[in-house]
């Protein structure tokens, strides 16, 4: 990913176009429902993620970054795609630190 003001610039683009993009626990598979802190898995892994988040983290890099630990910790692999035929354009969901 880019750094400073490349990475500022791409941001931007990517808050001008529709996102229409899914992040969900799991595939197929059953997906556990129990771990640490009273949450599954992947909403620790989400919440964790969230609150190491020193800046702006786009959904892409957001995904990337609770996938590892959520498949190291449950029988289930969370999925980040776009979703077909609802008008996505490229964007991206932007998560930024308050």
């Known amino acids: ?12 683009r990517m808050v001008r176009k529709r996102a229409r993009t899914a992040l969900v626990s799991g595939g197929l598979e059953p997906v556990t429902d129990s771990g640490s802190g009273g949450h599954s898995v992947f909403a620790g892994a989400f919440l964790a993620a969230l609150r190491e988040n020193r800046g702006v983290i786009d959904g892409h ?13 449950a029988h289930q692999t969370p999925q980040y795609s776009d979703i077909r035929l609802a008008g996505h354009e490229g964007g991206d969901f932007v998560f ?3």
């Open 61 to 73: 890099t957001l995904y990337q970054t609770i996938k590892r630990p959520v498949v190291l910790n």
């Open 96 to 98: 930024v630190r308050r």
């Open 1 to 12: 990913m880019k750094t400073g003001r490349g990475r500022a610039v791409w941001v931007k």
